[in-house]
Every structure is written in C-alpha cells, then in structure tokens.
C-alpha cells in the first residue's frame, strides 16, 4: 500500500516543481497514446487522450479529498486543572 502510495504521489509531486502548459500537457499525452500504438486523428487516440485527462483529475480529486480533512480537522488540546483545597 506504502509503494502505491508513493507512486501516485510521484507525478503530482514532480508537477508541483515545474509548471506545465496545457500544450505541453497535450502533446506529452499525445506521445504517450502514439507510444501505446493509437494512431493520430483516430476515436481510439481521442478516447486514449480523454482517459488520461480523466485519469489525471481523478488522482487530483482524490489527492484534494485524502489531503484536505487532516489539514482542516479541528484540533483538540487538553489542559487539565488541578484544583485543590487548602486546609
């Protein structure tokens, strides 16, 4: 679990260091769908490139969502009080 949690993270971390265009996010998703053997102006590339974008949203989504309640939860501290009488 560890490991896959590690390699999910991966991409988003090293987006955070750089910032890419859309553009240049299109055509990396392009090479990607010609690397697993779609040919360009296909519905099968269209589809290819429209299952990466989701697939990028979906791991944003659910990154904002694991992330968000352990940045926000409310934080509880205890103080005890001691009180005593004297006689």
């Known amino acids: 679990m560890r490991q896959y949690l590690l390699f999910a993270l991966l991409p988003l971390a090293l987006t955070g260091c750089q910032t890419v265009t859309p553009e240049e996010r299109r055509a990396a998703d392009q090479r990607t769908c010609l690397g697993y053997g779609f040919k360009a102006g296909t519905d099968a590339m269209a589809r290819c490139l429209l299952d990466l974008d989701l697939e990028r949203r979906a791991d944003a ?4 969502d694991q992330s968000t309640p352990a ?3 409310p934080m509880y501290v ?6 005593r009488k004297d006689d």
């Open 61 to 64: 989504r659910s990154w904002r």
């Open 71 to 73: 940045m926000w939860a």
């Open 78 to 83: 205890e103080r005890r009080i001691i009180i």
